[in-house]
């Protein structure tokens, strides 16, 4: 199995562009999961969708943050317009819920710079 | 390559005794260490972090020691509580903000 797998590796991108981050779970996967990853705050969860359908959003943190999950195979996590705070890692993850285990299994990450 | 490994995939420890969750990584690099917990069908919690220049980290029942010189760590929890049931995640991640995952420990308190 592939894995979870995440694009791009790695954005430079300047301040008010639109910055679009990829992902596409591992196969059978009902649960995917957007997480940043930053030096003071750690892992945050953004969103998290189950069956295709965002069930938390709470952790994203402004209007400029918007995710969707057009089908069981694909994600995209969106910023615009992005700003120099929003530099970090960006972490896709997901599981499967039946049987509920609670494994998750994280991509590579996304790191996000934004000047 | 794995940096980061998990070798038990699961845990069952009685209720009021200790549980001690293993964690053995590769990268010399890494600058901290994580220990995330996760239930079922809910994205992992933060747990505790150690820094690499530390040997010994505690917060309440838990308490994460690091063995630099055997690129190991451990996660203590005590007493173990039925809440605890759960996949614990190892993470090292470094300077530059890369995580690193092991696959995850699954814990079973049993009462």
């Known amino acids: 199995d592939a894995g979870v797998i995440q694009s791009p590796r790695h954005e430079v991108t300047e301040m008010g562009q639109e910055v679009t981050l990829r992902c596409k779970p591992i196969?059978?996967?009902?649960?995917l999961f957007w997480y940043r990853q930053t030096m003071m705050r750690g892992l945050e969860l953004l969103i998290y969708f189950n069956n295709n359908v965002p069930i938390d959003d709470s952790g994203m943190p402004e209007d400029r943050f918007s995710a969707k999950m057009p089908n069981a195979s694909f994600s995209t996590l969106k910023i615009q317009p992005s700003e120099p705070r929003d530099s970090a890692v960006y972490f896709c993850?997901?599981?499967?819920?039946?049987?509920?285990?609670?494994?998750?299994?994280f991509g590579e990450g996304s790191r996000l710079t934004v000047l | 390559d794995q940096q980061v490994k998990q070798n038990s995939p699961s845990l069952s420890v009685q209720e009021g005794r200790i549980s001690i969750l293993n964690c053995d990584y590769t990268n010399s690099m890494f600058d901290y260490f994580l220990w995330y917990k996760k239930y079922p069908a809910e994205g992992p919690t933060f747990l505790i972090s150690i820094s690499s220049i530390k040997d010994k980290n505690e917060d309440g029942r838990f308490t994460v020691f690091l063995n630099k010189s055997a690129k190991h760590l451990s996660l203590h929890i005590v007493p173990s509580q039925p809440g605890d049931s759960a996949v614990y995640f190892c993470?090292?991640?470094?300077?530059?903000?890369?995580?690193?995952w092991g696959a995850g420990t699954k814990l079973i308190i049993k009462p």
């Open positions: 993470g090292g991640g470094d300077s530059n903000y890369q995580l690193i």
């Open positions: 993850a997901s599981s499967l819920d039946s049987p509920n285990t609670g494994e998750l299994f």
């Open positions: 196969s059978g996967h009902n649960s």
